[in-house]
Every structure is written in C-alpha cells, then in structure tokens.
C-alpha cells in the first residue's frame, strides 16, 4: 500500500460560468464531499473562486487555483496574490502548466517565483513538468523534466517539500486523448522521485505526491493509478463534468 494519499485535482480551465461552476461543484459535494480516502481538489476560473468556496464550505472537497502572481500586491494588472486566493479558503494553485509555459512564456525562474510565494503564504503548489513531443522522440525526456523540475524547486526547503505536489503531464498527451502507457508515466515519476531524492533526501521525498494529467479517463485511470509512483491525476476534460470525474475519484478510492 502506498504511504501517500491518492489525489484527484480537476483543471477547469477557462471553462464555466459562475453559475455553472456552482452547479457542478455542487454534484461533486453531494457525491464525495464527505468521503475521506481520496484528496479532492477543484480548480476554477478565477471568477467562481469565492462561488465555489461556498458550495465547498463544510466538505471535504478543497479549492484551488489555476495560477497566481509571486508578488504580494501592486501595478500587476489583470493578475491576483497569493492572498487573494487564501481569503477564498483556496489551499492549492496549479503552477507552471504547459499552457501557461507556451501561450504566456512563463519561464521555469518566474514559476519559481510563484511556488515560493506559495509556499510562503501555505498556498500548497502543484508543479506541472513535461515534455512535448518532439522532446520525446528526440529523446530528450528526462533531460526536459529535470529542468523544469529543478528550476521550479530551486530555493525550496526540506521543510516545505512535503508541501509541494508535482504533475507530470506530458504535453502531447493534454487534451488530446492520447494517454501515455502505464510504462512511460511511470517510467517519470520513478525518475522525478529519484530527483525529489536528490534534492531532499528519501523520506520526503517518498512523501512527495506526483500526479500524472494527459487525458486521464475512468477508462484509462485505473492502471495509471495503480502504479507504484502515480499518486493522483490532475485532470483537464474529464474534471467538467461530474460523472467522469466523479468516476477518476472512485478509480482513485479503489487503489489499495
Ligand atoms: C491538464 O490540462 O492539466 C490536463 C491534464 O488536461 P486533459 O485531462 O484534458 O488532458
């Protein structure tokens, strides 16, 4: 049995009104907001945050963020604090995604910017790492989630490594159905595991959740999850609607 505790963080994206972000949050409390096996955690847009917060309120289900400014306050137009987020009760906020790294150039220095603001202000960072591609097949792999995992890390202590998850997502496996095997996910989390080693010794870094996102299904999920280093999914398509999501929760609950 693993010692860390299965998660299932859904990545809403710049999906769903207020309204209906309320709505779906409400059928995933009503369906797991009391269950204690799984860590369950949503991640709305910006605009249902302080919405969403209140359909939480009471269960078990946690809030989380897509994304946050490393400054405290001040000329940032258009973006948010870390404390902003925690006056929503939010306790996680997805760093570093593919998308934030390619559409807005995000650079693994300023992403460690954010995971150390985080950190500072218990915001608990989920670090996404992973290759394109053209990285893969040029075999570069490894060599790319080194990076952006150390670059992301760099200045993070013993003390608050515990608090960090990672997210191994490959990029050519995000939304578009194309999963990666059993094989290749777990191949990178026992590599970012090592490095999770290196950097922090063993015991933490067997503490350390790694997540696998790239079209997690309830189809494909039980047999990612069941591998030794796969402690979660952070899940994009799969998390709009509750009855797939719902299902990734169970798939997690049904790991022992
Ligand atoms: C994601 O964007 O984090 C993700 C994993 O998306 P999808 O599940 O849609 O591939």
Known sequence: MSPRKKLIAGNWKM???????????QEIVSAVGKQTEV?????????????????????????GAQ??????????????????LRAFFASSVILGHSERRTYFKETDAFINQKVIASLKGQLRPI???????????????????????EGGLEGVSKDMATSV??????VWAIGTGK???TEQAQEVHAFIRTLLGKLFGETIAQKIRILYGGSMKPQNAPELLAQKDIDGGLIGGASLEAR?????????AAVK
């Open 15 to 25: 999906n769903k009104t207020s309204a209906d972000a309320v709505a779906l949050a």
């Open 39 to 63: 860590d369950v955690v949503v991640c709305p847009p910006y605009t249902s945050l302080e919405s969403v917060a209140k359909v939480l309120d009471g269960s078990t289900v946690k809030l």
């Open 67 to 84: 994304n946050v400014h490393p400054e405290a306050s001040g000329a940032y137009t258009g973006e948010i604090s870390v404390a902003m």
């Open 127 to 149: 670090l996404c790492v992973g290759e394109t591609l053209g990285e893969r097949e040029s075999g570069s792999t490894l060599r790319v989630v080194q990076t952006q995992l």
């Open 165 to 170: 998850v990672i997210a191994y997502e490959p």
């Open 179 to 181: 999963v990666a095997t």
């Open 244 to 252: 797939s999501f719902l299902d990734l929760v169970n798939a997690a």
